[in-house]
């Protein structure tokens, strides 16, 4: 178990949070590398190595220094990235050109100039007009790419408003209306430009049902069906995006299966019915792979006690590294690292330090009496907690420190006043 308690104190993939804090300050992120490598594994054994033609491409938005570009290649995974940002750091980090793929709904003319230039493995084209581009740009730069088109199937997953993406009225993909897509498709195939591989969809984020995964699936293969009907064209491969959820509070994680299985049985059915050549099938998890193997830990400073109402513990970060909770209303939960087997008795609010009375970290949890100075660690922020940090009320964005078998190396350094101002003309 990457995250124990030892003499009272909590620890994680074998280092104690309180030398962590010690040695690097709070708020900070710590990263367990072996549990982000459990998962990988988990993703060989139940995917990856049970269907063949199959990939990841890891979602970069989650979480993506150039450490963990390293470790996704490292693990030989693909990745999937969606702006000139993260591509620039995985070209930096050194991984294979060919092994990435880029997804994104307004891809600037310079970022596909950039995945072009760099003969990047994939892109998914997100609207009618980018096919277009890149056509133009592989002719400028005498290059071929290849593409898929993401569909917006159309279905509504169970999750937050804000991610969930797979619904019709949605600013991602091209809706699904065959007289617009398959002519679109038709353009692909026959383009000179271009290789089209296949189709895409994503229905969202943090979804812990395998329904609207699998309902996406049905429309997509139908689609599969008319591009051979009617353009006589075998997709080469479906890409089923991410989304399977984790655990934050007391939700039940489910395995990897529970949404491949069937989906891989579905395809696999279908293309044996069809007497077709199986497409690839590749996923794209972002979340599932990041978000518990990381923990924030911050020192508990001012704490109110409003008789009657509530008791408020402030830390000293907040909404500037973690504006998940202000955001989508998401829940997390969290313990005294320094009070690890000490008695539950208070149920209080961990609240941030910024200027706003929406920077409230977790409301009503459990802990024993804090104290200033205390260290609290909250638990699962390992996915979109760094990658959305911000600097708001000039606060600085914390360092990232990855842990493994009682290993400790900083990634990220804590940001600097001087960093802050870098950018400024004085
Ligand atoms: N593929 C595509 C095309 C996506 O849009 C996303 C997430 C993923 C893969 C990865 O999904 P995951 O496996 O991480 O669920 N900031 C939000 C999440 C936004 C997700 C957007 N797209 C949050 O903090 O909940």
Partial sequence: MFREVRDNTLYIDGCSTVTLAKKYGTPLYVYSESDIVRRFEELKKCFLEKYPSTRVAYAAKAFFPVAMAKLVDREGMCVDVVSGGELYTAIKAG?????????????????????????????????????HLIEDIC?????????????TPGVKSSSHDYIVTGKKDSKFGIPLD?????PQIK??????????????????????????HLQALDIMLNLVTKIKEELDYDVKELNVGGGFGVTYVDEERPSYSYYLDPMMEKIEKYCAEKAIERPNVVIEPGRSIVAEAGISLYTIGSIKDIKDIRKYVSVDG?????IRPALYQAEYTGVIANKAEVEKTEVVTICGKCCESGD????????????????FAIFSTGAYGYSMASNYNKNLIPGVVMVSDGNDRLIVKPQTYEDLLRNEIL
């Fill in 139 to 151: 002719r400028e730069k005498g290059k071929k790419m290849n593409v898929l088109f993401r569909i």
């Fill in 360 to 375: 409230i970290l977790i409301k009503d949890v459990k802990i024993p009496h804090p104290e200033s100075g205390d260290l």
């Fill in 178 to 182: 065959d007289e617009v897509i398959l």
């Fill in 187 to 212: 353009g692909a195939i026959d383009s000179e430009f271009v290789d089209f591989y296949g189709l895409h969809f994503h229905v969202g984020s943090q979804i812990l049902n395998n329904d609207s």
């Fill in 318 to 322: 907040g909404m500037t590294d973690n």
């Fill in 95 to 131: 991984f294979p050109a060919e092994k990435i793929e880029f997804n994104g709904n307004n891809k600037q003319l310079a970022e596909i100039e950039m995945a072009v230039e760099y003969g990047i493995g994939r892109i998914i084209i997100d609207s009618l007009q980018e096919l």
